[in-house]
Every structure is written in C-alpha cells, then in structure tokens.
C-alpha cells in the first residue's frame, strides 16, 4: 500500500489509550491521517476516561463484537491482558486458544485480515509455561496468514525514567522488511516528571518515612525508593515498573511520598492535556496496566515503515526516540525523532 496517507486501526483492549496517544505520534511523524474506527474495552471506568480524552466511548465486552461486523481496517493495536490459555492439549494454533482473550484478537484477524497488527503485553508472557504460550500465539498468528515476530522492549531505553519491560508483537500479512527500534534513547531526568510542592495528601506517614530512612541513606537528587517483598528498599533516578496491584507504598518519591496521578501518566509518556476521569485510585489502576506510549509509537512507526504507509522521516541508524523534551508538556507530541 505504499504512497497511502490515510489509514484506519482499531484500537482493542484500549484502556486509557495508551495505543492511541502512540498511533496519533507515529502517524503525525509519517504524515498519515490515521482514523480510529474502533475502540473497545470492557473496563467502564477506562471507558470514561478514554472518552473524556478522545470523544468517544469504547465498546464494552470484546466478545460481544462478531468479526464479521467490526469495521474494515489496515491496523489492528491491542494490549490484551495476560491471561493464561486454559487449553494446552493435542491440538495446535486457532482452535487451541480457545477460551483466552488473545481468541478475540485472533478471530477479528481471521474475519478482516487487515494488512499488518500491533499487539503489547507483559514481560512475563514470554517465559509462562515455559515458553509454550508465546510459541501458541506465534503459531496461531502464522496459521492466520501473518508473519509475525516478537521483542521485549524496555521503556528505559525510549527516554522514560521508568524500568517496564513489555513483549510487543507484530505481524504483516505479507512479508515485510520490518526492523525493531532500538531505543538508544537519552533517558529524561525525574527532575522534570516530578511535580514541584505536591500535596500533603500524597506523603507517606512518618512511622512508614522513618522506616525507608532505616533501610537507605538520603539521595541528593531526586529519586524513587521502591521496595521489594522481601523489605530490601532501593533507590534510582527513574521509576520501576508501575503496577497496578502493587502495595499503596510500593513507590516513594524521595522515600517520602506517592507518586500524583500526573506524574504516573507522565511515566508512562501520557501528556499533561490528558483529562483525569475519576480517583487517584482509579488512575493508579489505569496508569499501571496502560503501557509506555512512546515505546509504542517508535515500534508503530517501524510497522508503519515496512508496510510503505505515509512518507519517510529521518529514521536515525539506532532508532532513537527522543521522547524527553516534551514529557511534561502541554498537549505536545511525545515524540521528537525517530
């Protein structure tokens, strides 16, 4: 399809749009319009949120929309939840993912077969049941038509002070000269994620403060102490892995207090004209499970290369993805070159 300069994507197991923010990024750079013609998440919670920012509302429950009837697309995005498959028997491919959710994804390709699709979930699903769930979904995505690959990415490499590895797959329906970023990325300071005279409410209490100082010395610049099961507190100039189910003080700034709801979207490469729907908790759990949209949209912008959709930018040898400068900004793009 080469020369197009317009395309359309779903956007499935959405959440808060982190995909989207990453599609909207990679599209721009290539100078495609790029046209959601839908998004689905059965999450009401991220159904508000995603329509508070997007205009428009999610559709609920995945398995309610029949493949035959979701709209002609060019790229499918999802980052479906890990979920374990509960069929691991003598037969192999479609048929043997069954009753997981990553089914949903693989019917809507079997029914639209749309040129290429994006998928992003955790690390862990690499080495569950001993690589033999990773190697299902290869098999099944190549039982469909695609040739697909996978890689674990790290957004530490992408310019974000955060620690979160994900596997990203992706898949052409036709052979495709396809090179994953690398992500030599400078990382952005905290200095410039963190916001200045944060609330009182978000400090940890003294008794807990006091026992983080028990365990590390004071930092002289900024940092997050994170403590593992095991009580061992470390201290970095970036972020680990948000998490969603994590302790509520899992992550201190300074070992002092909590992470805002600002800053956790900034993490995640979310820009600071992103509308926060609902409580801290809420937005906790939704910045937790989104991913880290500037790894997406530099692994995007690759797809959108191999599939010869929109014009060339100025792809750098080791496929950098300045995503510092505009963290923090206002309604900017998180993206300054690829």
Known sequence: MPGHTAIRYIDLFCGIGGFRYAMMDAAKRRGLTATCALSSDIDKRCQKAYAANFGETPLGDITAINGDDAPDHDLLLAGFPCQPFSILGHRKGFEDTRGTLFFEIARILQAKKPAAFALENVKLLVGHNRGRTIARIMETLAELGYHAEFRVLNALHFGLPQKRERVFIVGFREKRAFAWPEGKV??????????????????????????????????????????????????????????????????????????????????????????????????????????PAPVAAAVLERVMAACGWGRDSKLLDNGHLHAGRSLGDHGQSQIDGL
């Open 186 to 291: 400078e990382m952005t300071p905290l200095s410039r994620i963190l916001e200045k005279n944060a609330p009182k409410e978000y400090y940890a209490s003294e008794h807990i403060r006091r026992r983080r100082l028990d365990r590390h010395e004071p930092t002289d610049e900024p940092t997050i102490w994170h403590e593992n099961k095991s009580g061992h507190v470390s201290a970095h100039p970036y972020s680990c892995a948000l998490r969603a189910g994590a302790s509520h003080n899992y992550l201190l700034v300074n070992g002092e207090r909590r992470l805002t709801p600002r800053e956790m979207l900034r993490l995640q490469g979310f820009p600071d004209s992103f509308r926060i729907v609902g409580s801290y908790f809420q937005t906790r759990k939704q910045a937790g499970n989104s991913l």
